[in-house]
């Protein structure tokens, strides 16, 4: 029952607030190990919640892949989740895991709910916020929609949303570098003109 418990809640969503569920360590009966317990719980709430809150978090991390799924895979599944525009998709296919990065935190968030409730190649997705914020200066360039043979299926009026989606995130793209350009040249602290390499955890 408690597995049951465990597999059936774990990633869901609570509110805005996503459920995590694990087995309780051994011998958590001690009042040295609860205090413990109770005292890294609280540690975790407060990462957790410094996540969900932080804007530069665009990052979503994807477990429990099967060996099979491939970057394009991972690409076309979450296009058709609808949460985004998608800007980048890696994936370490002997681990397991994957990482795709919106260009929003509200679209990774969605992301991230959105991707908990599914299955790819019959295994449930396990999604959660990447360990690392997205770099200022990333590229803000969308990915170009996935066409493959087993996606080509795509009705025509989801393609063309996607690319007005995508013209849109260009346009402010291209605003967001050119007032980076213009902050750095009036010689802005901390603020670079070139981009900055993506980092994964």
């Not at 790819?120 to 043979?149: A, E, N, R, V």
């Not at 995508?166 to 291209?174: D, E, N, V, W």
Request: proline share 6%; aromatic share 8%.
């Amino acid at each position: 029952d408690a597995q049951s418990a465990i597999n059936d809640l774990n990633g869901k969503w609570h509110g805005s607030r996503q459920i995590r569920c694990n087995w309780a360590a051994k011998g958590a009966g001690s009042d040295d190990k609860q205090r413990s317990d109770t005292k890294n719980y609280g540690q975790e709430k407060s990462n957790e919640n410094a996540l969900e809150n932080n804007p530069q978090y665009t990052i979503v991390y994807v477990g429990n892949l099967t060996p099979e799924v491939t970057s394009t895979d991972l690409h076309c599944h979450f296009h058709a989740l609808g949460a985004g525009v998608i800007e980048d998709v890696r994936i370490q296919q002997d681990k397991g895991f994957g990482f795709i990065r919106y260009s929003s935190h509200a679209e990774a968030a969605r992301a991230i709910q959105l991707g908990n409730t599914r299955y790819l190649y019959g295994k449930p997705l396990k999604c959660s916020w990447g360990s690392k914020p997205t770099p200022p200066g990333s590229s803000l360039t969308p990915l170009p929609l996935p066409i493959t043979g087993s996606n080509l299926g795509f009705p025509a009026m989801d393609i063309a949303a996607y690319e007005r989606q995508m013209a849109l995130s260009k346009m402010a793209g291209m605003m967001h570098q050119q007032m980076m350009v213009g902050a750095a040249s009036q010689g802005y602290p901390g603020i670079a003109a070139t981009q900055a390499p993506m980092y994964y955890q």
